[in-house]
């Protein structure tokens, strides 16, 4: 059973920092993408930021300039800087793996409360 636990949210003011981190445990061939997702109330789960086992990194156009992704293995982060109210919302961790059967697979944490108010 693989898992993913996330750590890292808060309240913060606005302007402020943050960082998540996101760690992938069990059994599993390989980690291929991780990323991270949000959720604000009364809206749909969109992508924050991505990075693929290469390196290769894709962010949102609303969090360029602000927020940071990096990966360590099979632990991921997002360093979120200049936080704005509409930033609060839960943050999900996602990951893509591939078995011992070499099945694709995704999996979801379980998130953690964002919230940046004054």
């Known amino acids: 059973q693989v898992q993913l636990v996330e750590s890292g949210g808060g309240l913060v003011q606005p302007g402020g920092s943050l960082r998540l981190s996101c760690t992938a445990s069990g059994s599993f061939y390989k980690i291929n993408d991780m990323g991270w997702y949000r959720q604000a109330p009364g809206k749909e789960r969109e992508l924050v930021a991505q990075?693929?086992?290469?390196?290769n990194i894709n962010y949102r156009d609303f969090v360029k300039g602000r927020f940071t992704i990096s990966r360590e293995k099979n632990t991921v982060y997002l360093q979120m800087n200049s936080l704005k109210s509409e930033d609060t919302a839960v943050y999900y961790c996602?990951?893509?793996?591939?078995?011992?059967?070499?099945?694709?697979?995704?999996?979801w944490g379980q998130g953690t409360q964002v919230a940046v108010s004054s």
């Open positions: 990075i693929t086992s290469g390196g």
């Open positions: 996602h990951a893509k793996y591939i078995t011992w059967n070499t099945e694709d697979v995704n999996i």
